[in-house]
C-alpha cells in the first residue's frame, strides 16, 4: 500500500478562522512533508518531519503551524491566513530523509481558499 | 544552488507516438531523481525514482534514464494515449545541503486521439 491520505479534499474559510489539515501514511515511513503548490507551478516545500521531529521549516509564516502528533499523522493548523494562502496543500512520505533510495509518495491534497 | 530545467513546457502529440520529456540539473551531487505526474487538480503521482549509480529505470511504458555527468534525464513515453494526458514534473534531491526535492516547473503533455 502506497496510499496517503488528506483530509479534508476542499477546506473554504474565513481569514479570522482556526483550520486544521490532516494526513495519514501506514507505510512505515518515517519522514513527513508538507508543500504548498500555487496554480501552474511546482510544489513548493514547506516543512518537513523527520522521526516526529521537525526537521526542515522554510521560513513558513506563523499562521501556518505543523504538528506530528505520531509517525502515521501529521497535522497542518491554519490561522489569521491571507487570501493569498489559498492553494493546493500537499502531504508526502518517504522511508526516511538519509536513504539514497528515498522515494516520496504524495497525497491528493487539500483544495484551501481564503475568503 | 541546484536548478532543474524541464523542456518543452507543454507538447501536444497525436495517439501513439512515442515521445521524450526532457529534464536537466545544473549540480551532479543527487541522491536521486524522481519522476511525477500530476493530473489538474490532484496529487502528484510518482511515476519511477533512479538513484544516482543507475542509469535507467522502466516501468511498463516509461523508460527513464539519467545521466548525472552532464546533469540530463529523460522520460521515454512508448505508444502514448490519451489517458497519459498530463503534466510530468521531475525532481532530484542533492547530496549538499537540506535532503529536499528540487522541482523543475513540468511538462504539460496532450495525447490527442
Known amino acids: 500500500d502506497t496510499e496517503v491520505t488528506q483530509t479534508p479534499k476542499h477546506l473554504v474559510m474565513g481569514m479570522t478562522n482556526k483550520k486544521s489539515l490532516k494526513c495519514e501514511q501506514h507505510?512505515?515511513?518515517?519522514?513527513m512533508y508538507w508543500y504548498k503548490q500555487k496554480a501552474k507551478k511546482p510544489p513548493e516545500l514547506m516543512f518537513v518531519?523527520?522521526?516526529?521531529?521537525?526537521?526542515i521549516n522554510e521560513s513558513v509564516p506563523s499562521r501556518f503551524s505543523p504538528e506530528c502528533p505520531n509517525s502515521s499523522l501529521l497535522n497542518l493548523h491554519l490561522h489569521a491566513l491571507q487570501p493569498e494562502d489559498s492553494a493546493l496543500y500537499l502531504c508526502?512520505?518517504?522511508?526516511?530523509?538519509?536513504?539514497?533510495?528515498?522515494?516520496?509518495?504524495f497525497g491528493p491534497g487539500t483544495r484551501l481558499t481564503v475568503l | 544552488k541546484q536548478e532543474v530545467t524541464q523542456i518543452p513546457a507543454a507538447l501536444s502529440v497525436p495517439e501513439g507516438e512515442n515521445l521524450v520529456l526532457n529534464c536537466s540539473f545544473t549540480?551532479?551531487?543527487?541522491?536521486?531523481l524522481q519522476w511525477f505526474r500530476q493530473d489538474p487538480g490532484k496529487g502528484l503521482t510518482s511515476l519511477l525514482l533512479i538513484q544516482s549509480s543507475q542509469r535507467e529505470q522502466t516501468s511498463g511504458r516509461l523508460n527513464a534514464s539519467l545521466d548525472k555527468s552532464s546533469g540530463r534525464s529523460t522520460l521515454y513515453i512508448a505508444a502514448s494515449q490519451p489517458g497519459d494526458s498530463a503534466t510530468y514534473l521531475c525532481?532530484?534531491?542533492?547530496?549538499?545541503?537540506?535532503?529536499?526535492?528540487?522541482f523543475g516547473q513540468g511538462t504539460r503533455l496532450t495525447i490527442n486521439p
Open positions: 549540480d551532479s551531487a543527487i541522491y536521486n
Open positions: 507505510m512505515g515511513h518515517r519522514a
Open positions: 508526502a512520505s518517504s522511508q526516511g530523509l538519509r536513504f539514497s533510495y528515498n522515494e516520496q509518495f
Open positions: 518531519y523527520s522521526y516526529e521531529k521537525l526537521s
Open positions: 525532481a532530484v534531491i542533492g547530496i549538499q545541503g537540506a535532503q529536499k526535492l528540487v
